[in-house]
């Protein structure tokens, strides 16, 4: 069974920012929430990860909520470039993750 | 710097025929990972070796073997292929004790007839 939930699709205009939500209720205390990307066919792609508090890299944003149930992942200035499937995920540092469907995020012109 | 490498790229067999998906990573790596991925899904783990030497279960084991011949490069292999293993088969690894980004390879495309 996924172990976490996310919307099957997402739109959003180009230099908008786009949000993308997951929810990981299961998600145990020592475990860090992931998120991936995978564009077209190829492999899958890191993104940023995150344990309570919130992070940002070159790529994006990462909003987990207190209770850790919930996050958000967030592209400042999404560019055609980043229409992909995007994956949520949580583990620990053994790396066995699980991939549920992801959301296809649809940057529009 | 190659990352992880897979090889075959492509591959068609027949029911019942047998093969070893190769993947190498030159990153120093401790931990080896194979998924599969079918049309509109999400990735499902197959097996996974945490360091040289070690392997485990991962979701979907059935009908796979895998060996961590050095630390690396991890094969499967499907003794009896059936065409329900038709898929895309995808590498990764990490270091182990680290947290964060699994690196994958480009995958491998396998159809069973």
Known sequence: DAKTTQP????????????????????????????????????????????????????????ITE???SSTLILPHATLRDTAVYYCTHGGSQGNLIFGKGTKLSVKP | NAGVTQTPKFQVLKTGQSMTLQCAQDMNHNSM?????????????????????????GEVPNGYNVSRLNKREFSLRLESAAPSQTSVYFCASKRTGATGELFFGEGSRLTVL
């Not at chain 1, 993308?20 to 299961?26: A, K």
């Not at chain 2, 990972?33 to 509109?40: A, E, F, I, L």
């Open chain 1, 8 to 63: 099957p699709s997402m739109d959003c205009a180009e230099g908008r920012a786009a949000n993308l939500p997951c929810n990981h209720s299961t998600i145990s205390g020592n475990e860090y929430v992931y998120w991936y990307r995978q564009i077209h066919s190829q492999g899958p792609q890191y993104i940023i990860h995150g344990l309570k508090n919130n992070e940002t890299n070159e790529m994006a944003s990462l909003i």
């Open chain 1, 67 to 69: 209770d850790r149930k």
């Open chain 2, 33 to 57: 990972y194979w998924y599969r991925q079918d049309p509109g899904m999400g990735l499902r783990l197959i097996y996974y070796s945490a360091s040289e030497g070690t392997t485990d279960k």
